[in-house]
């Protein structure tokens, strides 16, 4: 497992004394938000080969396991719940946000504890309609797929060539704009939702329920994403949060780190502040 002093030196100053404000014990609850795909686990082509480094799993159960009763821990994902649920193994006690927000639950020590999704009858023709029209977008592309959520369509396109790429996206902006669905783009993706929902969205709902479930009527939270759909959540975040991109890339977050080892260097860093107490 990592040591808090065998990390320090590789986080930016700015950024371990943003970490330790962050985590001062002045009665506010703590939300520790963490995307999943680029931030704790690697982005890779095979998304269901996405696995959280060794490092990043360590800091992740090790922090659920022993953080103070005023912290909670959530992975919020742009993979469906279950997917989400599946992959990250969250500690008991941890929310999850799938789809962008549409999807919500709980890791309770029986499994996942979902909050049940329902769609209108027009949602329901909408997204019948969408899966149609981007199957057709990727039909002869090479690499090109459509993953099929309980509330969207994804298009996917990492291992699709220039042209094919530029076609598929083409062709899923254009049933979005005919449907009138909004197309979020992220790292060779395009998730179209019959639902409207953002991560800023769902974080900014995880506060509300994080300040009823500690009783404080204060939550600081600390978010960390890689992608452009992250943006939205730092976008929400209010003086004494703590947001942090992970990886390249232009960003409304003041701290950055290379990759999830150093997502984990900060996830150790945060445990020991408050094992400290």
Not at 181 to 204: F, P, R, W
Not at 239 to 261: E, I, S, Y
């Amino acid at each position: 497992m990592s040591d808090r002093h065998d990390h320090d030196h590789d986080l930016a100053e700015t950024l371990l004394g943003a970490l330790d404000r962050f985590a001062a014990d002045d009665g506010a609850a703590l939300l520790v938000a963490l995307d999943f795909d680029g931030t704790l686990a690697p982005l890779v082509d095979d998304p269901t080969a996405s696995r959280m480094t060794p490092a990043a799993r360590d800091a992740v159960d090790a922090l659920g396991a022993t953080a103070a009763e005023r912290v909670r821990l959530a992975f919020v994902s742009g993979r469906d719940l279950e997917d989400l649920a599946l992959r990250a193994a969250p500690p008991v006690g941890s929310y999850l946000v799938g789809s962008h927000g549409a999807q919500t639950g709980h890791a309770t020590s029986d499994g996942l504890e979902a909050v049940p999704l329902e769609l209108t009858a027009e949602e329901h023709e909408t997204l019948t309609a969408l899966r149609a029209a981007l199957d057709e977008a990727v039909s002869g592309r090479e690499g090109a797929w459509v993953q099929h959520k309980p509330s969207a369509a994804v298009l996917h396109t990492r291992l699709a060539g220039t042209e094919d790429t530029e076609a598929a996206v083409e062709a899923a902006d254009a049933a979005a704009a005919r449907l009138g669905l909004e197309a979020m783009h992220g790292k060779d993706v395009v998730e179209i939702a019959v639902l409207h929902t953002s991560k800023g969205e769902a974080l900014e709902r995880l506060r509300d329920v994080v300040g009823h479930d500690v009783g404080t009527g204060r939550v600081r939270v600390l978010y960390a994403g890689d992608d452009t759909t992250d943006e939205k959540a730092f976008a929400v975040l209010e003086a004494g949060d703590l947001a942090l991109k992970v990886g390249d890339g232009d960003t409304l977050a003041p701290h950055r780190v290379a990759g999830a080892d150093d997502v984990a260097a900060v996830l150790d860093r945060l445990r020991a502040s408050f094992g400290a107490r």
